[in-house]
């Protein structure tokens, strides 16, 4: 029956040395026999068992449940076990590791589209990014209220175009004009917007958010801050004080 030193070992796991001798201190792969001189010999059983450390390791399992695993005398009952665990770990990492790859993703986006680049252009692209989801709650909001109202906008133009009910149109008016205000208010309230120029997070008043031009995304305003002119971007700012 063959015998295997430390280093042979090692060599046909693809492992250092020191990592067979590591798996020994922690008890889960320990040498047959020792040689007359002291070195540690192992056996084809201890070739195979290095073999399923290794396996598992690549798993990425934890030296801690791989030596529980190994002290079973019913270890098919553990191992299925085990490996959710790791398979839900692993899922976590990845989960994390996209969340990252995302992130990166949008600040390599930011940054090319600012023109004079400074630690401040990565700290407003980063107050964006991390209020992002809140932003989206805002816009939402306003859509799903906007909905009854377009509805009925629509349904007085065909009443009176084919009925001749002009009165539900303006009923719709009277309704949209104060609503309108309202939400506008509301969504002014709960934005904010980033100068390109200096990149101060600031409030605009209320009238020039109001009429400015505008895209889905940015808004053309006087930073509070710089004076500069031109579009802003948008972004999640309850808390900003108004400028």
């Known amino acids: 029956m063959p015998k295997y030193t430390t280093g042979e070992i090692a060599k046909l796991c693809g492992v250092t040395v020191r990592t067979v001798q590591y798996y020994d201190t922690r008890g889960i792969l320990i040498p047959t026999e020792l040689s007359e001189g002291g070195r540690r010999l192992y056996s084809e059983e201890d070739l195979q068992r290095m073999k399923v450390i290794c396996f598992l390791r690549d798993l990425g399992l934890p030296i801690n449940s791989i030596s529980q695993l190994l002290s079973e005398d019913d270890p098919g009952s553990v191992i299925f076990l085990l490996l959710e665990q790791q398979e839900q770990l692993l899922n976590e990492e990845i989960q994390d590791k996209q969340d990252k790859l995302s992130k990166l993703e949008t600040l390599k986006?930011?940054?090319?589209?600012?023109?004079?680049?400074?630690?401040?252009?990565?700290?407003?692209?980063?107050?964006?990014?991390?209020?992002?989801?809140?932003?989206?709650?805002?816009?939402?909001?306003?859509?799903?209220?906007?909905?009854?109202?377009?509805?009925?906008?629509?349904?007085?133009?065909?009443?009176?175009?084919?009925?001749?009910?002009?009165?539900?149109?303006v009923v719709w008016i009277v309704i949209t004009v104060p609503s309108g205000i309202m939400l506008s208010r509301y969504y002014f309230t709960n934005v904010a917007y980033i100068c390109p120029q200096c990149h101060t997070i600031f409030k605009p008043k209320f009238k020039e958010a109001f009429w400015a031009r505008h895209t889905p995304s940015t808004r053309k305003l006087t930073c509070t801050a710089c004076g500069h002119h031109g579009f802003c971007v948008e972004t999640y700012g309850k808390d900003i004080e108004n400028g």
């Open 109 to 169: 986006k930011g940054l090319k589209a600012v023109e004079n680049f400074s630690v401040e252009s990565i700290g407003g692209i980063a107050y964006t990014m991390s209020n992002k989801e809140k932003l989206k709650k805002v816009r939402l909001t306003m859509l799903i209220s906007g909905i009854p109202l377009s509805l009925l906008q629509w349904l007085s133009i065909i009443l009176w175009i084919t009925k001749g009910i002009w009165w539900l149109f």
